[in-house]
């Protein structure tokens, strides 16, 4: 009476084999290693990208790379197109657009840190070139195909975010479009799901740390988490970066701003420069002691 | 401890005036009316939508457009452009791109009908624009803004379907950005959201019937329901069918098939003839039981 | 790798078979009527239960039940024993507990309605024996099992609520502890959910409309809806109620009260007394039209 | 149009207050500190509560207690009187009841291990008095009101687990019933929720590690992490259970047995006596790393 033949929500074998090959582990140990730079994902080391919410300024994104590279944050993030919810923001403030991301580039040419974006458009494209190291797919596009094909195609390392919505089989779907077009530096990040119940009614999203033991059973793609955007409320960030980096997430992203609740965008969310400062040892020690794995150090 | 003032997953009054005024309701009685061709949404009268997942053929298109005709659905749908979540189905049957296109032009002007299919990129505009009566934008695509724009510009009445992880407060954000720009020919249309439990393990969605109440108390713009998408399972759409039209819903989308067992995609989806045929007198006593209103009446 | 052997949250086949048996239909046409003194649930006509959220007072219930009868509303609900969320309101008002029994027990013989309560533990069977014709089990109790079991033994029909967390396979689990302890009177009740969006910030369920279908593919039990607790916002329910009738539910449980904003428990749940005058006639024609059934008409 | 007034499903400054107010922090530092025996939960030391998910038999529990003793485990846990979701299954191997409760007494007398078990009816409450240390409220009668009453009278700690379906504002609204009846030892459990995605068919829960800082922000009473059954997937265990005690937890419930595949219930769940051996020795490396806490350690 009722038929099981078909996938539903939740991975089954068939998928592995047949849904998305290329994403899929080849053995219980196969674990695959993303270069970035001089950077890697999926290794010993355990990347951490950090920044504001938006770019709002150069003055902004170059305070914020000079801390990030004191407290040994690997990559610098900054948003310049905003996926906005609502069309009423102040573009000035809030959609900084390519000048954003030329202000990335400046603050990576001036610290020498990496950096990672969102790209909303193929458009974006050609000015990310030189800027920016990692496209980040944003949770709203994850299954926008033709942007994964576009960015699969520009051979650079791609940060896929989970969609608020979506089951990790979608996420490997999504992954595996641009595994098939011959990128294989995938990134994969949890970043919150909708659930029914987020504890504060300002909150949309759970941090879904079932996610990181999930995917590592099923993918050979380095998986992060970004409990910043999961619980939009900074006092619970720095729980949430511990257990994700305990879960053996393989980077974590992390939002910081000189001034919080001042932040042009989601002033609820971000960590002042004293807590990232304060959080990047404990992280280290905890990478250490759960899984033998090297964090924020001096390399 | 706990701030509330920053708004959170569901509606607040406050989101009203200053997230989606154009959107928002401006008094209990304002209905708009979405004029498509001949037909209209929000009206008295309930237009239906109907036609195949995807436009396997012309032969198979024109069929299910006479069989649309002959019982008096208003609209025909199909996928050409078909936002695949694995990428390995053969593009012969499941993507027919602008082929498919074509076919629903063909259709179109062999029976008269209005013609309904998604739109994934602001390239397949050109080909659409004499095809194609309402742009359908997916749900893995309403907070593809770049996309809203470029459809809002065309001029085209925008049938917007639910993200299945969204808010209603994020739909009517992504119905506002297309009405900001110029285009008030907005159709909404719930189809179904992830929860944690939907009835059968090939299912990924659950029908909230609940967003079509919630939806005409805050917004003027019509509401749709496409039940079909949201159980994934053919002996459930009529209840559901009928339930949405009880429940005040301007209009429906239904998948039918000659051939369910054997459509391309989601074949546990789709009604055959003989169940449209059945079905659609009944909603017609429904529309009028349950709200005095007409629907697939010959008119 | 990944092994589906094991029975999750959805229904599958084997089920059917070893977890429910007595529960689950045994052919297509399998429906079985479950009869409550002169009403019957499941058969052609569509009983409806209605009042007042509590049980506050002798007088108000007297009204309500007289109103009742007026509306050929079959049931009279009222509420004395309530599982309170949290401990600080008023007994007076909200836990009239074996006082509220007694009232609607007057009540049951003044106007001749058959009576409907929720129990919490099974001290209060006694006292409801001659006055409560159904034993409600709540949300909240679905699988308190030595509950079930008492109420099973009592010999009296069973509402069984549906966990608000619950999976209908747990729900079906559940009848069945009632069923093999020899009890056949269960009428399964879908109240509403928790999901990601609920669409107010005051809501906490969402209505399961789905479940309709899902539970009539599966048992042969009658399935009635509350709509009034699953969106807890009274200007909705009429909408919900019609599209539940019309999803050919086998039964409606309402909430209606002489002075709703005065309610002593969720004064923004219940239909004023005019609005239930209103909405039952619609209810009957929606059920005639939809389903060929009966509902609320003189007999 | 909307109004917010009505509390939800989230938090609010209001609960605080009024709903919940003997469970809410006075001040940011209030901590309460929980003793059971010569173990004390929410204070430097994190205790880890660890055992069968069955009782099976005397032979099985004292197996388990001495290999909990020897991994430095501080609780034994088993269950004895469980609420099975069908009727279906042999009560020789998954009820054992009293002669469980029996057993339990006797590998506490045996090794000096404090002992934690299920209690589902206030009958059950006698033969506990001597055998069991903590009584435990399931997920399943969270709101069982009734019998958190008649535990909170018997002056014992009692474990609370979260309903699968509850937020954490219920589950503080719990707490309450049981503080306002006298019962100051009360501890917090999180044991995984209902979810749209719990990565595996098998899986009914997800784990919510956000509800461990959102308690801490709101309650002053210990929090603790249940893993196995949030998951219900052993290979994915270790991870959440570093995780959870990275993210602050004041205890841990761990599931082991000795011949996992053979366990009498949920045999996917269970560590083995190898791997919870593995297991400890990295949680107190992760406690101390994470938040300077102490766990499993010779004292």
Same mark, same amino acid.
């Given at each position: 009476?009722?038929?099981?033949?078909?996938?539903?929500?939740?991975?089954?074998?068939?998928?592995?084999?047949?849904?998305?090959?290329?994403?899929?582990?080849?053995?219980?140990?196969?674990?695959?290693?993303?270069?970035?730079?001089?950077?890697?994902?999926?290794?010993?080391?355990?990347?951490?990208?950090?920044?504001?919410?938006?770019?709002?300024?150069?003055?902004?994104?170059?305070?914020?790379?000079?801390?990030?590279?004191?407290?040994? $944050?690997?990559? /610098?993030? =900054?948003? *310049?197109?905003?996926? @906005?919810?609502?069309?009423?923001?102040?573009?000035?403030?809030? %959609?900084?657009?390519?000048?954003?991301?030329?202000?990335?580039?400046?603050?990576?040419?001036?610290?020498?840190?990496?950096?990672?974006?969102?790209?909303?458009?193929?458009?974006?494209?050609?000015?990310?070139?030189?800027?920016?190291?990692?496209?980040?797919?944003?949770?709203?596009?994850?299954?926008?195909?033709?942007?994964?094909?576009?960015?699969?195609?520009?051979?650079?390392?791609?940060?896929?975010?989970?969609?608020?919505?979506?089951? $990790?089989?979608? /996420?490997? =779907?999504? *992954?595996?479009?641009? @595994?098939?077009?011959?990128?294989?530096?995938?990134?994969?990040? %949890?970043?919150?799901?909708?659930?029914?119940?987020?504890?504060?009614?300002?909150?949309?999203?759970?941090?879904?740390?079932?996610?990181?033991?999930?995917?590592?059973?099923?993918?050979?793609?380095?998986?992060?988490?970004?409990?910043?955007?999961?619980?939009?409320?900074?006092?619970?960030?720095?729980?949430?970066?511990?257990?994700?980096?305990?879960?053996?997430?393989?980077?974590?992203?992390?939002?910081?701003?000189?001034?919080?609740?001042?932040?042009?965008?989601?002033?609820?969310?971000?960590?002042?420069?004293?807590?990232?400062?304060?959080?990047?040892?404990?992280?280290?020690?905890?990478?250490?002691?759960?899984?033998?794995?090297?964090?924020?150090?001096?390399?």
């Amino acid at each position: 009476m009722i038929d099981n033949s078909f996938p539903g929500k939740d991975v089954s074998a068939d998928d592995i084999q047949t849904k998305f090959p290329l994403a899929a582990k080849k053995s219980v140990d196969h674990k695959s290693i993303v270069e970035v730079g001089n950077k890697s994902f999926g290794g010993l080391y355990v990347p951490v990208m950090g920044g504001p919410n938006t770019v709002e300024s150069l003055d902004l994104i170059l305070k914020c790379a000079n801390h990030a590279k004191k407290c040994h $944050i690997d990559i /610098l993030r =900054g948003g *310049a197109y905003k996926p @906005l919810t609502f069309p009423y923001r102040s573009e000035k403030y809030f %959609e900084t657009r390519s000048k954003g991301i030329e202000w990335l580039g400046i603050a990576k040419k001036e610290t020498g840190l990496l950096t990672v974006s969102e790209i909303v458009h193929e458009d974006q494209l050609n000015e990310m070139k030189n800027n920016i190291d990692i496209l980040q797919i944003g949770t709203r596009n994850m299954q926008n195909f033709p942007l994964l094909l576009h960015c699969a195609r520009s051979g650079k390392p791609i940060l896929l975010k989970r969609g608020f919505g979506s089951s $990790i089989r979608d /996420l490997l =779907g999504a *992954a595996e479009h641009i @595994l098939l077009e011959g990128n294989s530096r995938v990134i994969l990040c %949890e970043r919150g799901v909708v659930a029914p119940h987020t504890h504060r009614a300002s909150s949309r999203f759970l941090l879904d740390i079932q996610a990181v033991p999930a995917l590592h059973e099923i993918t050979h793609l380095p998986v992060v988490v970004d409990p910043s955007h999961a619980c939009f409320w900074a006092p619970w960030v720095p729980a949430l970066a511990k257990a994700s980096i305990a879960s053996n997430a393989d980077g974590l992203m992390l939002e910081f701003h000189p001034d919080p609740s001042n932040a042009a965008v989601d002033p609820l969310q971000p960590l002042s420069f004293e807590e990232i400062n304060d959080l990047m040892p404990v992280l280290t020690a905890v990478a250490k002691a759960a899984n033998e794995r090297l964090l924020g150090v001096q390399k």
